[in-house]
């Protein structure tokens, strides 16, 4: 089981938005601004998108942005692309022993 | 650009050592700017943080793993890697290594990634 909570998967249609939410504790979420998100293609290393809850590293799209409220983080994509369908992790800095965290990851469908 | 690369053996027997050493190119391990990590994922699950270290020598573990694991860099070699003991099926996994960032360890550069199968 991971340390942070993430749906197992969500699908949209092309044009549509969606959001993915990754819940955690006052240890980690819900105390600091250190929120990540990455993309990852089977078969494929992960690939950061979001960082520090809503930055953005250079030649990411601006229809990926990301918001968190309290103990819960969120990506939203919007204007789904077929090359959107991957899976999606969220991963937070943890105050705990054990440093960095990562969601069970959510599978993201194009239909 | 710098890059990653993970190497070592693909295949590790039951309660042998683990070994994998990631090369760094483009760049220099020997930096005060960034952390250096490791990241696993076992088949059809999520990600997890194995452990990181500075260029200095000060090491950070994931505590469910740290009485098996050293992770150890050579700024001669511009090189860093991780050793495992005692290995067990659950340690079957791809092992990415990584660039983390100082302060909030967020991971902004893999490798390619490297499947290790424990098995007998």
């Known amino acids: 089981q991971s340390a942070l909570t993430q749906t197992a998967s969500v699908s949209g249609s092309p044009g549509q938005s969606i959001t993915i939410s990754c819940t955690g504790t006052n240890n980690d979420i819900g105390g600091y601004k250190y929120v990540s998100w990455y993309q990852k293609y089977p078969g494929k290393a992960p690939k950061l998108i979001i960082y520090d809850v809503s930055n953005r590293p250079s030649g990411v799209p601006n229809r990926f942005s990301g918001s968190k409220s309290d103990n819960t983080a969120s990506l939203t994509i919007s204007g789904l692309q077929a090359e959107d369908e991957a899976d999606y992790y969220c991963?937070?800095?943890?105050?705990?022993?054990?440093?960095?965290?990562f969601g069970g990851g959510t599978k993201l469908t194009v239909l | 650009q710098l890059q990653l690369q993970e190497s070592g053996p693909g295949l590790v027997k039951p309660w042998e050592t683990l070994s994998l050493t990631c090369t760094v190119s483009?760049?220099?391990?020997?930096?005060?700017?960034?952390?250096w990590g490791w990241i696993r994922q076992p088949p059809g699950k999520g990600l997890e943080w194995v452990g990181h270290i500075y260029h200095s020598g000060s090491s950070y573990y994931n505590p469910s793993l740290k009485s098996r694991l050293t992770i150890s860099v050579d700024t001669s070699k511009n090189q860093f890697s991780l050793r495992l003991n005692s290995v067990t099926a659950a340690d079957t996994a791809i092992y990415y290594c990584?660039?983390?960032?100082?302060?909030?360890?967020?991971?902004?550069?893999w490798g390619q990634g490297t499947l290790v199968t424990v098995s007998s």
């Open positions: 483009g760049g220099s391990v020997d930096t005060s700017s960034y952390y």
């Open positions: 990584a660039r983390q960032g100082l302060i909030a360890v967020t991971v902004d550069l």
């Open positions: 991963s937070s800095y943890s105050s705990t022993t054990t440093l960095v965290l």
